[in-house]
């Protein structure tokens, strides 16, 4: 691997446009776009996209008899309008798995069914100190009580409903990117750096001139973080899937933000362990320092596949993510490790 170089900065540069591209859930369209957009310029690789809307890409190998496929999601957490309130307000209906405290007080979009986008914010409904004293503190936030609050002069659900919002409109949460001592903290680094790890590993092979091993299908998942992303996308004669997804950082997890990490259990029990134990070969092979995990509430795309019927070897591997599912981070060492180990993979 030592001719084949990482170019961080285009890493960086992709990375933080995708994460400022919002793709909540069922609403991933641009982040398709943008990613099949960087893949275009190389010439080698064939694009179409499933009808569900996912990215399937085709490169092919040097061997097709054991062809093989990875998988990363461009989709987010988000919500959906709920319900439009007498205030003029929002209630919301999540997508996806995470606490209301994690995204209170923080920006949104709300994309209106017919094209308009109206900006806003997260908001407990009885959100004044001053007004609620201890209440703002102690309420349990869920689906009732957090309210989205409109940059506009709306004041009823008939001002709202001129500004064209509906119920069933995408909101999407600002993802707030800041870059600062090797570290990228935003929202959505679940999967979007692993997605950016994707594109630089097919920049440093496709620069260099090298074909992977095997005809390798890259899956940009658009349904992943409501668990059936991967179930359709992956062509049937593919024999191995490496789902690249972050991995959670906590007490007790051995994952951190410098290293990458070979996850071998989760909620949907224990990957594919010749598959894993090759994954370990090779990141040793290449000097490349990983940990393993296990994490006790996680699902993957390599999972929504097996449980779709598919009849593959699946292994999972990403970039260790903190505070994931809330306002995530991770650091270049582990955006770099997965990338080294998902080019390993692909030329071995
Ligand atoms: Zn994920």
Redesign the pocket.
């Known amino acids: 691997m030592a001719e084949l170089t990482i170019n961080v900065d285009k890493i960086v540069d992709f990375l933080v446009g995708l994460l400022n591209t919002p793709s909540p859930t069922g609403f991933a369209h641009q982040a398709i776009e943008y990613t099949e957009a960087a893949l275009r310029a190389f010439p080698a690789l064939r694009l179409h996209r499933t009808r569900k809307g996912a990215l399937v890409v085709t490169w092919p190998g040097q061997s097709n008899d054991a062809p093989r496929a990875l998988t990363a ?1 461009v989709d987010t957490l988000g919500a959906m309008v709920k319900e439009i309130k007498s205030s003029g307000r929002l209630k919301l209906s999540k997508l996806g798995g995470f606490a209301w405290n994690t995204v209170e007080g923080e920006g949104c979009t709300v994309f209106a069914a017919k094209g308009e986008t109206v900006r806003g914010s997260i908001l407990l409904e009885k959100a004044s100190s001053h007004v609620y004293g201890k209440v703002v503190g102690e309420a349990v936030r869920d689906d009732e009580n957090m309210e989205v609050r409109l940059d506009a002069q709306t004041v009823s659900k008939e001002d709202t409903e001129a500004l064209g919002i509906r119920v069933g409109d995408f909101v999407a949460f600002d993802p707030r990117v800041e870059l600062t001592n090797g570290f990228v903290r935003s929202r959505h680094l ?2 979007k750096a692993c997605v950016a790890c994707l594109v630089a590993a097919v920049k440093a092979l496709s620069d260099a001139g090298v074909q992977p091993a095997q005809d390798t299908t890259l899956l940009i998942s658009n349904y ?2 409501v668990g059936h992303g991967a179930a359709a996308g992956i062509p049937p004669e593919v024999t191995e899937l490496v789902a690249v ?2 991995a959670a950082v906590g007490d007790g997890q051995t994952s951190d933000e410098y290293h990458t990490t070979l996850g071998v259990k989760d909620s949907g029990g224990p990957y594919h362990h010749g598959l894993s134990q090759r994954l370990r070969q090779i990141a040793d092979q290449y000097g490349i320092p990983y940990m393993v995990d296990i994490y006790p509430y996680y699902g ?1 795309d390599g999972e929504a596949y097996w449980r779709a019927g598919g009849d593959v070897a699946v292994a999972l591997i990403g970039p260790g993510v903190d505070a994931s599912h809330n306002y995530e981070r991770t650091h270049l060492e582990a955006l770099v490790a997965t990338t080294q180990w998902i080019i390993g993979y692909l030329i071995n």
Do not use: P, R, V
Request: aromatic share 0%.
């Open positions: 999601h679940d999967d992943e973080e997804d972050m993957s």
